[in-house]
T-cell receptor
Framework: ETGVTQSPTHLIKTRGQQVTLRCSSQ?????VSWYQQALGQGPQFIFQ???????GRGNFPPRFSGLQFPNYSSELNVNALELDDSALYLC??????????????FGQGTRLTVV | DAKTTQPNSMESNEEEPVHLPCNHS???????IHWYRQLPSQGPEYVIH???SNVNNRMASLAIAEDRKSSTLILHRATLRDAAVYYC???????????FGKGTKLSVKP
């Protein structure tokens, strides 16, 4: 059983550019959530995908968008990057979105730096 | 979203038990209590979760107050590897996301 993998591990982008981050969920998991973690803060929920449909969104602007593919892997896209988007982006997969008595498995994250 | 309150930091000695408290006075009947921890330079890692009854697993124990307004994560023998930020989180059955606070930074002294 493979864990959650994210790519790339580190990324540097210029303000105004666009970025795509990728996540491969754990085998058998149909739900993927994305989180943004600023330095010294806890992770903040961006959105969740369940069976290729968005299933809940946090307080993030529309320039944060995502996709989930039939194999349940996922992408996070951020347009018009701002300096404040610099953070660790975490992907988490879980077996089911509804049964919150299950655990989420997190990847190691992608460290995005916007200059 | 239901909120949790945790101390910013705690210290422990190696091989001694650690009790990490969490207050969640606005918890609703369907909220599960989850604990995750985040080691330096890693993603969060599941520790334990529960609804009403106390729970034990190989990593820790979770003690839930009878009124469910507070809970305590118990590490029975702290090791240096347990130094991490510990997050107490409430989740709702109808929603799929975890709402993290700032957590408790646990330091373990040899």
């Amino acid at each position: 059983e493979t864990g959650v993998t994210q790519s790339p591990t580190h990324l540097i982008k210029t303000r105004g550019q666009q970025v795509t981050l990728r996540c491969s969920s754990q085998s058998g998991h149909n739900t993927v959530s994305w989180y943004q973690q600023a330095l010294g803060q806890g992770p903040q929920f961006i959105f969740q995908y369940y069976r290729e449909e968005e299933n809940g969104r946090g307080n993030f602007p529309p320039r944060f968008s995502g996709l989930q593919f039939p194999n349940y892997s996922s992408e996070l896209n951020v347009n018009a990057l701002e300096l404040d988007d610099s953070a660790l982006y975490l992907c988490a997969s879980s077996l089911d979105r509804v049964r919150m008595n299950t655990e989420a498995f997190f990847g190691q994250g992608t460290r995005l730096t916007v200059v | 979203d239901a909120k949790t309150t945790q101390p910013n930091s705690m210290e422990s000695n190696e091989e001694e038990p650690v009790h990490l408290p969490c207050n969640h006075s606005t918890i609703s009947g369907t909220d599960y209590i989850h604990w995750y921890r985040q080691l330096p330079s890693q993603g969060p890692e599941y520790v334990i979760h529960g609804l009403t009854s106390n729970v034990n697993n190989r990593m820790a124990s979770l003690a839930i107050a009878e009124d469910r307004k507070s809970s305590t994560l118990i590490l029975h023998r702290a090791t240096l590897r347990d130094a991490a930020v510990y997050y107490c989180i409430l989740s709702r059955g109808s929603q799929g996301n975890l709402i993290f606070g700032k957590g408790t930074k646990l330091s373990v002294k040899p």
